[in-house]
């Protein structure tokens, strides 16, 4: 099969990106895959590609690149609808509702066409009236599937399929060093501020234990002068930005995370590939999503005195190596679910049920 994956950049680091760089990598072990980004702001992606997988992209918008037109909505629009409609493909896979909602306006409809989602349904109008064109719906969580079932209301099939991690074999943490770590893009959503208020507790009491922070964005100043303000400078580290996150977990004992939501979950489910305990607030949409309490991670409540709450699970589980251990154990097994060759199986079962 021709099998086209559809982004707004496939040249970020954000958890979507990585998913979709995974799972196209599997399937092109049997199809024929492309991934089309709309846009293009740096000369390579950020997380590498496999070369059997061909690599496009519609709008060049890296700095000093000169157009014949303005750079603009529109001028993007053009150059999709354009893609769209002269696209050779028996699959096309959107993911994100804009891009699923043009998909479902221009792409040729001898085609099988899906939307991928992670989150919750946006402003339900062009949803509604552009998303029954297209052939199935699927999901990341059993929380976003139950509400766009509810919001398409039976007018298209609405599946799971969770995200795929790396081909493997994963590398895996023996467990034995004084690490916490933690990962992902540094914005305000990630809340790295209740980690490292947390972590403060955890330097007091156990001082030999370090905090990894991985990667970049635009609260590195603000998180590096908290660090400072609370004489952390010894104890947590800005690692930068790494695309083998899984590899750089695996030197850790335990996976923190303190965002609000975690509907990208790629953070966690790669600390759990890792065999890593995962550490979170029990919120909406929260880590909950991916990890049990109690069998592959440890879920804090959330409100309250909770950066307390967060420091005493988080003391608890550095004084406990046996419990750390008993959890590494059930988040490997909880990870099996998205090895990429399960994930890719579901998808050409899904495709094979809605093809025509």
């Known amino acids: 099969m021709r099998i086209c994956l559809l982004v707004p950049s496939v040249y970020g680091m954000r958890g979507d990106v990585r998913s979709v760089v995974n799972l196209a990598g599997e399937l092109a072990e049997r199809h024929q895959v492309e991934i089309i980004s709309v846009r293009r702001h740096r000369e390579r992606p950020f997380f590498p590609v496999e070369p059997e997988v061909t690599l496009s992209w519609l709008v060049d918008a890296q700095p000093g690149v000169r157009h014949l037109l303005p750079q603009g909505q529109m001028r993007t629009e053009v150059a999709l609808w354009r893609r769209l409609r002269a696209l050779k493909a028996d699959v096309i896979i959107s993911t994100r509702p804009g891009l699923s909602v043009q998909v479902a306006r221009h ?30 719906v699927a999901t990341a969580t059993e929380r976003s599937r139950q509400e766009w079932d509810d919001l398409l209301a039976g007018g298209i099939e609405v599946g799971l ?50 905090l990894r922070l991985y990667g970049g964005g635009p609260e590195d100043r603000r998180l590096r002068d908290l660090v400072q303000d609370l004489n952390l400078h010894n104890h947590v580290y800005f690692m930068g930005t790494t695309s083998d996150l899984t590899g750089e977990f695996a030197k850790a004992s335990i996976v923190a995370t303190t965002s ?38 440890v879920l804090v409540p959330e409100g309250g005195d909770e950066i307390e709450a967060y420091a005493s699970a988080l003391l608890a589980l550095i004084d406990d190596e046996r419990r750390r251990r008993e959890l590494a154990a059930g988040a490997l097994g909880a990870a099996a679910a998205h090895s990429a060759p399960s994930v890719a199986e579901q998808w050409e079962k899904l495709i094979a049920a809605t093809s025509r």
């Open 107 to 136: 792409a040729p409809r001898d085609a099988v066409r899906i939307a991928r989602e992670w989150g919750r349904p946006p402003v339900p109008g062009p949803i509604k009236r552009f998303y029954p064109r297209l052939d199935a």
């Open 161 to 210: 399929i969770p995200d795929a991690l790396p081909a493997g074999p994963w590398p895996r943490s023996r467990m034995d060093n004084r690490i916490v770590a933690a990962g992902g893009r540094l914005v305000p959503g990630k809340a790295y501020d209740r980690l490292i208020r947390a972590f403060a507790t955890i330097a007091g009491r156990r001082p030999d234990w370090r």
């Open 260 to 297: 609000r939501t975690e509907v990208l979950g790629m953070t966690v489910i790669e600390a759990m590939a890792s065999g890593v305990p995962v550490i979170g607030f029990d919120s909406p949409r929260g880590p909950g999503e991916f990890v049990t309490d109690g069998r592959s991670g």
